[in-house]
């Protein structure tokens, strides 16, 4: 796929401003109508995804080169996806792709963001995002008895991610992860020190080649453990194995599983005993790299066919990405299993909710804007009444917090693994 | 074209620096344009000199006022949704009203919504239902600036049996004359609320609007008051569903029906007589532009599957209603008088929409016009006007859309228009009168260069149609050169819009493209 690959796409843009706002049909308030954090944060028609639809078309038509706010546009954009589904609601447009794909040829054409070259850096000499040391990486499991899949075999491998190894604060939540699997019986690894990052969030900046070494890293590790099963409780790698390696050609026989999906699954088969009762009233945020970017990826070639003279459908049909399928439902279901827990919802939620702010390379390159993102989020679970905001993703937990921490608020944000652990 | 740095130096003492800007990543996206440029196989038209974001009609005044100073141009947008929006030379600013966003009053007792022009339909509608109450939705789709389309241009919507259009809908008007003066239209103008448009206080509405509206020709309006309707649904109507395929139950006391007829003559008697017994909510030809088919389908591949089964088939002589009852009583009194109807007009049920995927997915649209996008672009990208529009009778509704058929069956062969068999024009009646409006668009190629090429000798032959016939002889044409061709058709109204706009823009200020000065 390259940015002309899209351009029939560009031209079947009608500039509705779907994108701007979660779908239509779900509206039913003046407050939360809106699902962009990008263009509802800076304004100017570019900042949307139809605006950068027409910067692409832009580019392939030579009218505009490089300058600082084309750059600023293109990566203020948390790269959550919600523009693709409000699009997609009413049209056979792949809107999102064309972001990425400009960034991929940003970054081919040297147009580097220098915020995000320290990121880059610690990629490429110590295999994480997070400026760590790679000989740190599995510090976070130190005193857990668990196995290390590059010394023993295990069923199911747990992939830490770059965020949970190096961001010492969500130690507990990660360990206590760790525990509730052993707790129920699952015969569990982890790859410590030796673990890589998963590619995504790079891949999201631009840099698509890194997210083909990583894809091809991690496979072969997981080819070689002969795991059945790989766990995350990271949103972003989750989607990396789920959807952005098939994408890319590089498909796994593995089973990939969020934790969220894996505890409801224990929870099921009755391997988990939830007897405490946490008494709470929760709203959950859905991450977008397991809901609406969390669609598993059917991998699809064909071509664009004429019918009823001018009316384009793809032969063989087009497995499109419209949301449809995201992880949903299953955090909810753990949520409820909850003794004590009262779940309530946000205006936005499930394939239209609003970002947290971090994604995209924005909490590295735009701070302010990825806290205003998550501002905006956190007045909405406010006013659910909530005590506090669940998310399933360290990013969001992180982003949430720091947000917390700096507006003095006080809504608490903890993922589910640690409402799972007060259960037990 | 550039700007001095003296004048972006004083735009930007008005509105800040974040909310100004002459780059060209960011202007290009106003030259966008594909509403109206697809079809004549544009997408890209001229630059604005500059962008600018006002947040309040003070600094929207300040703006006006320096552009006259600078001897610059200024066209307004709102949700920036149509080919109206595109600036008509370089030396021109385009004001995006984004910044200006909000609902500043929702008076339920008056049935009033007080907005600025960045609030979209549908949040007034979100807001409106928890009160009872509902607004009227422009058909292009309740994502759309609702002062933009009250204020600015006609505004059919499926409504409109009720409802009138847009600009029977407005009330008391803040406005931003060219000259920079502000002048509060209607019951504001003198400090008495925001419930009327003609007083107490002057009423302009005949010059600030007239029938199609001066979209952005004669200023800039900041604040307007808009007519809610009785709305007798739950508070929230309850979508179901995950995207693409969200419907919603019809209501207790709702009905939703396609009504099909022998002839087209029985069809506009059938609406006129609907309308005028006070029995519709929502009601419009099905179709309008592009097929219904699209709107309860989630993907084009879908739509044509079950099309080629001979599913979602739509008769051609056939609307779409919604009846809202507040009691069981007023809902058996509606069906009753439906029935009627129908028997008079020797119409009746048309099968298709009373299936269950059907109805919920159509009525939601008929409710919230949440789907409209998909109807006209998702087939093939774009849509055109054929150039058959016409607003006059009932009778005349009939009469035009049988010349309309004949004219899309004439150049069906070409293969130029997505042919799903269904007829996709587009009428309703206003206010329960004979008062309507027909409208023929179809789904065009937005690509295939050629195809526009003949689609375009199409349309030529239908504004022929219409201007050798009184078909579309009416007062909402606009631009330059329809206006002098249709001008001395139509008592010569252009001469009147002449005269406005050098009296209230006598420097032409205000962008001359759609309203221009006679000259």
Redesign the interface.
Known sequence: MALIDLK?DM????????C??I????????RY?QVCPSISR?????YSAG?KL??G??VL?N???Y????LD?LYRCNMCGACD??C?????IENFAITQELRIKAVEDGQLLPQHMPILDSLRKEDNTLLGKKADRGNWSKGLDVKNITEEKAEVYFHAGCRYSFDEELWPQIRAAVKILQKAGVDVAIAGKDENCCGCRVYEMGYQGELTKYAENNLEMLKNAGVKTIVTACADCYQAFKVLYPKIGKSTNVEVLHITEYLDRLIRQEKLQLNKKVPMAVTYHDPCHLGRLGEPYVPWQGEEKL????????DP??P?R???HGV?EIPRDVIKALPGVNLVEMSRI???AWCCGAGGGVIDAYPEFAQWTALERIEEAKSTGAEALITACPWCKRNFTDAIKASGDRLKVMDIIELVEQSI | MELAQDFYRAFEDVVGS??I?V????V???A????GG?RRGV??FKRPIA?I?PGTTKEVQSVVKLCGRFKLKVRAMG???GIYNIVGSEDTVQL?L??MNR?IDIDEKNMIAIVEPY??F??????A??KGLACNVLGA???CSMLASYTSLHGNNVMAASQGYSGRNLLGVEWVLPTGEIIQLGAPGSGAGWFTGDGPGPSLRGIMRGAGGAQSGLGVFTKCAAHLHPWPGPA??E?KG?????E?EVPPNFEYHICEFPTWQQYADAMAKMGAAGIVFSMQKTGGPGSVGNCVT????E???K?VKGELAVPWKSFAIVMAGYTKEEHDWQVKTFNAILEETGGKIAPVGEDPMFKNSDF?CMT???????QP??????FGVDGMVGIDTADHMAIGLEADADLYTKHTPS??????GDLNSWSTVYEGSHYALFECGY??????QE?LKTYQKMTDEGNDLCYTTPFANNLFHMGELTLKRFGPKCMDYPKWMYKIKKTFDPNTVADPLVYPTGD
């Open positions: 029939n031209l079947r843009c009608c500039r509705c401003s779907e701007k706002w779908p239509l049909a779900k509206i039913s308030n003046y109508a800076y304004n100017f028609h570019a605006g027409a910067m078309l832009s038509e009218r505009i080169g300058t600082t706010d084309f546009i589904v409000s997609k609601c009413n049209k056979d019918v009823f003279n001018q009316m384009y459908i793809y049909p087009k499109w419209k949301g449809t949903y499930k394939e239209y | 974040e909310n800007s780059d060209p990543a960011i290009d996206g106003y966008f344009q594909p509403m697809a997408r890209f962008v974001l949700t920036g949704y995006d984004r910044r609902i609030v979209s549908i949040q007034v509608m979100g807001e239902m928890k789709g309740s994502q929230e109507l979508v995950v995207s693409p395929y969200y919603a989630g993907n084009n591949n739509f044509y599957e099309r939601l919230k016009a949440c789907f409209i996008p998909r672009f998702r087939a093939s990208g774009t293969g130029v228009m997505v042919n799903d789904a065009i190629s937005a690509i295939n195809n």
